[in-house]
């Protein structure tokens, strides 16, 4: 069983079903028993701990808020709480994990045809396969709607040619869901790995989400059978759709590493003695502290609206906007903060608040960068689109 209880200021427990605290409780134990003995080595290595891969299927967190298929089929606000849970471990665990599920297997479930979800879904979900989600380009980033990734249909294929850059999982991905301009308009395709004309090659000098694994991967002349097109996803606003997905559990997952950071800090400001006295004595670190712990209650309580409101099937994708670019920032402030009250020690990895500010750097920037998501905010709330 786990040591660590949770930050709950105000009564959030109570606002939780039996099963979501059961859900919670579980990917908290596991986190901490499997998870954090090893996630360092992998943090400084650089690699991905491909381990645990069937562990979180065992676990069901992969796709778990999908129905059927082998998936878990729990509700929004448990699966949030799962997120939350896998990145206080690490981003790279939750990022797997949002990659393989809300993008890949929703994109699957939501438009694929029903050969291609009995072939995927069961395999994704029990983590025997791995799925990569390839939108971005080395060009495009902000705006998937400039891609130049084509697919071109000759006979009973379509031929693809282009680059996705900073694909998560790319190199390990078993196949991938890439997205691609088909004439006037844009398509998706399942590519299974070695298929002739896709490769992969991953990116180094990651200085955040150094235990995840990112790829370029390319299509030169890869021929994709018609039947591995995704046939109800037509438009950009089928991609867009799993970023939405995505987001609301990076809104959750950055609680997770907030919270990661805040507890450690506290313990650390207990234990640390300067001019005779704990630093947790010192009023300008009470102030530190209380800041994080203010921030974590309000993510805390913006997450668990955002879940009910996505269980009962109001939620607009502008309010995910709204949690994932909040959150994230505050968790990055909350990062700073504790890595401050760390002194010295913040740098070194023995302590846990560095690797978590690093990654949420990427986090800041992957999903929809902070500024983008105030530019969908100001366009929702004043009708005038700012992005160009
Ligand atoms: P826009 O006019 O805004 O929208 C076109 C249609 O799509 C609808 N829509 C959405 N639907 C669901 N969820 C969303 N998030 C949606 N956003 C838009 C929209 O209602 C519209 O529908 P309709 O019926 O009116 O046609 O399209 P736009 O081309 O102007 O897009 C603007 C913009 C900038 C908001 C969009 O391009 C954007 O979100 N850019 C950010 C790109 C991004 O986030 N990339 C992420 C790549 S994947 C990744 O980073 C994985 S990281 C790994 C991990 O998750 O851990
Ligand atoms: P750019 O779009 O070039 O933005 C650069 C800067 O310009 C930002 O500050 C941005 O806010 C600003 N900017 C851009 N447009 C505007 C505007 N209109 N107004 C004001 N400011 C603007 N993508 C995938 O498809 N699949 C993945 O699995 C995936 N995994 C990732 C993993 C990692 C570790 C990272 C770092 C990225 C990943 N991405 C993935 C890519 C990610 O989604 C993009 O990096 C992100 O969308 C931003 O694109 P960009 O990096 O090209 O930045």
Known sequence: MSTFTGV????????????ERLVRDTVRDFVEAEVLPIIDQHNRAGTFPVHLIPRLGELGVLGANLQGYGCAGI????????MQELERGDSAIRSFA???????????????AEAQKRRWLPELAAGRK?????????????????????????????VLNGTKLWITNGSIADVAVVWARVGDTFGGFLVERGIPGFAARDIHGKLSMRASVTSEITFQDCRVPAE?????????KAPLGCLN???????????????????????????????????????????KLVTMLTEITKAQLLCLQLGRLKDAGK???????????????????IARLARDIHGANGIVDEYPVMRHLCNL?????YEGTHDIHTLILGRDITGIAAFA
């Not at 949002?98 to 479930?109: E, F, K, R």
């Not at 791995?130 to 071109?152: I, N, R, W, Y």
């Not at 097109?229 to 438009?235: D, K, N, V, Y």
């Not at 750097?361 to 920037?365: D, I, P, V, Y």
């Open 75 to 82: 509700n929004n606000v448990a699966y949030g709480l799962a």
């Open 98 to 112: 949002s990659v393989q599920g809300p993008l890949a297997m929703y994109a699957l479930h939501t438009f694929g």
């Open 228 to 236: 591995d097109r995704l046939p109800g996803a037509e438009g950009l």
């Open 315 to 333: 939620l607009r994708h502008t309010q995910v906007s709204l949690a994932k670019r909040n959150n994230v920032e505050q968790a990055l402030r």
């Open 8 to 19: 709950d200021y105000y009564g959030i427990e109570e606002l939780l079903s039996p099963e």
């Open 361 to 365: 750097e990427t986090l800041s920037t």
């Open 130 to 158: 791995v799925a990569c989600f390839g939108l971005t380009e080395p060009d495009h980033g902000s705006d998937p709607g400039g891609m130049e990734t084509k697919a071109v249909r000759v006979g009973e294929s379509y």
């Open 245 to 287: 997905q995505a987001r609301y559990g990076i809104a959750w997952g950055a609680v997770g590493a907030a919270t990661a950071c805040y507890d450690a800090a506290l313990r650390y400001a207990k234990a640390r003695r300067q001019f005779g006295k704990s630093i947790a004595s010192f009023q300008l670190v009470q102030q």
